[in-house]
């Protein structure tokens, strides 16, 4: 009897950057050992160690994959890929500050991005803020903290969702809180 050694082939979700077109796995096999991915045409290959994933929009990939070890045993794994939006938010928002830096809302990691559907709620679910198909430069998103009437929100917490599309298709969603001070 031997015992076969199984590479471990990932602890968590990868994770890929939306803002590029495809990302590249990084898995470590022993020597001898074969893998094969499950179709997609989203793969470079289904049989190479490390193919790449064209990503397409989606927020989540997953692939079946067998390895298989020198004497043909075999083990399978479920890999998963998460994207990440790379777009990040204010948790404390000013828009009575001065300088025009200090009223982005949404940063970006250097790249535009249109914001299909955003919304922003009170803390009882009202809506007080909505905009949808605005193009966003590489520098952000400023908002002025006003109401859909321009009367200037309250201080206070709030909640907001915002539907992003990047250049290249793939699609983000942010959801989360912020406190406006003034």
Not at 28 to 51: A, F, M, R, T
Request: charge should be negative.
């Amino acid at each position: 009897m031997f015992i076969v050694e199984f590479p471990q082939l990932v602890d968590a979700p990868y994770t890929a950057n939306a803002l590029l077109d495809s990302f590249e796995f990084d898995i470590d096999l022993k020597e001898g050992y074969q893998i094969v991915w499950s179709q997609s045409d989203l793969l470079s290959c289904h049989n190479c160690q490390n193919p790449t994933l064209y990503l397409n929009g989606s927020n989540e990939y997953q692939f079946d994959v067998t390895v298989i070890c020198p004497n043909n045993c075999k083990a399978k794994y479920t890999l998963e890929v998460d994207v990440e939006s790379s777009i990040f938010t204010s948790n404390i928002f000013n828009p009575s500050a001065t300088q025009e830096q200090d009223r982005n809302f949404l940063l970006s990691a250097g790249k535009p991005f249109l914001i299909e559907q955003a919304m922003i709620c009170d803390r009882w679910g009202n809506l007080v803020y909505t905009i949808s198909n605005i193009e966003v430069s590489k520098d952000g998103f400023t908002w002025d903290g006003t109401d859909g009437f321009g009367n200037l929100i309250e201080q206070g917490v709030y909640v907001y969702q915002f539907n992003i599309l990047f250049e290249n298709s793939n699609k983000a969603q942010l959801i989360g809180d912020f406190t406006i001070i003034h």
